[in-house]
T-cell receptor, first 107, second 112 residues
Framework: KNEVEQSPQNLTAQEGEFITINCSYS?????LHWLQQHPGGGIVSLFM???GKKKHGRLIATINIQEKHSSLHITASHPRDSAVYIC?????????FGAGTRLTVKP | DGGITQSPKYLFRKEGQNVTLSCEQN?????MYWYRQDPGQGLRLIYY???????QKGDIAEGYSVSREKKESFPLTVTSAQKNPTAFYLC???????????FGPGTRLTVL
C-alpha cells in the first residue's frame, strides 16, 4: 500500500464547477505539499502546509493532521486548470509522493 | 530570473551507454534532489544532496550516480547498470529541508 493515496485518479469537470481532490497518508509528517504538473512535465508548487487551511486565488488547501488527510479545492474551475495534481508528504529529509490526480476541465 | 534548469528536455540513448543529465540552479539553495517519474506512479527519490560534496541515496539509487562539486550543480548519471532507465527525470531544490521545493522542467530519457 502506498504511503500517500490520492483520489480520484482521474477527474473530468465542466468549466465553472467546484473541484475537490483528496489526499490521505499513513505516516507522521512535518508538512504536506500540493504540486501541479502541466502536460509538458514541469512541476509547480501550489501549497505547503502543516496545519489548517491556505488560500491562493481560486485554490484552497486544507489539512487535518489527526485524520491524516488533506484536500485541494478549485473554485470556478477553468480549462487552464487542466493538469495533474500531486500530493507529497514530508518526513524529515524524506518526501513521499502520491500518484497524482489528472484533472481535465472542459469548456 | 532565478530558477532551475535541466537539459536537455528530451534525450535518446542506446542501451548500454551511460548518460548524464544536467541540473543547475541559481536560487542559492543548499539542498538538491533527483526524482524519477513513471506513468501512473508517484515521484520516487533517486539521490539528494543537502550540502556541497555530500549526497545521500534515495529509494531507487541503484544504477545511478551523482556529484555535488558546486552548490549550483547536481548532475545525475544514468549508468548501464540501471535496468529500466526510460523515464521522466525531475530535479528539485530547496533552501533547506522543510521548505518549498522548486522543480526543474524535467528531462525525458528514452533508451533504445
Amino acid at each position: 500500500k502506498n504511503e500517500v493515496e490520492q483520489s480520484p485518479q482521474n477527474l473530468t469537470a465542466q468549466e465553472g464547477e467546484f473541484i475537490t481532490i483528496n489526499c490521505s497518508y499513513s505516516v507522521g509528517i512535518s508538512a504536506l505539499h500540493w504540486l501541479q504538473q502541466h502536460p509538458g512535465g514541469g512541476i509547480v508548487s501550489l501549497f505547503m502546509l502543516s496545519s489548517g487551511k491556505k488560500k491562493h486565488g481560486r485554490l484552497i488547501a486544507t489539512i487535518n493532521i489527526q485524520e491524516k488527510h488533506s484536500s485541494l479545492h478549485i473554485t470556478a474551475s477553468h480549462p487552464r486548470d487542466s493538469a495533474v495534481y500531486i500530493c507529497a508528504v514530508e518526513m524529515g529529509n524524506d518526501m513521499r509522493f502520491g500518484a497524482g490526480t489528472r484533472l481535465t476541465v472542459k469548456p | 530570473d532565478g530558477g532551475i534548469t535541466q537539459s536537455p528536455k528530451y534525450l535518446f540513448r542506446k542501451e548500454g551507454q551511460n548518460v548524464t543529465l544536467s541540473c543547475e540552479q541559481n536560487l542559492n539553495h543548499d539542498a538538491m534532489y533527483w526524482y524519477r517519474q513513471d506513468p501512473g506512479q508517484g515521484l520516487r527519490l533517486i539521490y539528494y544532496s543537502q550540502i556541497v560534496n555530500d549526497f545521500q541515496k534515495g529509494d531507487i539509487a541503484e544504477g545511478y550516480s551523482v556529484s555535488r562539486e558546486k552548490k549550483e550543480s547536481f548532475p545525475l548519471t544514468v549508468t548501464s547498470a540501471q535496468k529500466n532507465p526510460t523515464a521522466f527525470y525531475l530535479c528539485a531544490s530547496t533552501r533547506t529541508s522543510g521548505n518549498e521545493q522548486f522543480f526543474g522542467p524535467g528531462t525525458r530519457l528514452t533508451v533504445l
